[in-house]
Nanobody
Framework: QVQLVESGGGLVQAGGSLRLSCAASGRTFSRHVLAWFRQAPGKEREFAAAISWSTGSTNYADSVKGRFTISRDNVKNTGYLQMNSLKPEDTAIYYC?????????????????WGQGTQVTVSS
């Protein structure tokens, strides 16, 4: 079993930055994929970014490419999402998710483990 705990959300002005963290525990993470999804009010959950824990390969949604960077710290067993040039449309609850796989899937159905979410609000 894997437990994921997000932190780092908050309120920021448009153009600002935030860094989200996802602390993982419960199992060795060496063969997992870690991803970030987000869900805005009244909308479906959507993929933002994913990273292979073993290789560091990444995948991004077009909507965040060039502004968001996903990374991981193998020693701390923690994943990160650095978000720059934030826009009001980035406002959502952000969830980290993980699954034992090498596929950087964009589908939420691919992921077995989920955190509780952290709110990100971008004001205009």
């Amino acid at each position: 079993q894997v437990q994921l705990v997000e932190s780092g959300g908050g309120l920021v002005q448009a153009g600002g930055s935030l860094r989200l963290s996802c602390a993982a525990s419960g199992r060795t993470f060496s063969r997992h994929v870690l991803a970030w999804f987000r869900q805005a009010p009244g909308k479906e959950r959507e993929f933002a970014a994913a990273i292979s824990w073993s290789t560091g390969s990444t995948n991004y949604a077009d909507s965040v490419k060039g502004r968001f960077t996903i990374s991981r710290d193998n020693v701390k067993n923690t994943g990160y999402l650095q978000m720059n040039s934030l826009k009001p449309e980035d406002t959502a609850i952000y969830y980290c998710a993980a699954t034992p796989s090498v596929t950087l899937s964009t589908s939420s159905r691919w992921y077995n483990y989920w955190g509780q979410g952290t709110q990100v609000t971008v004001s205009s």
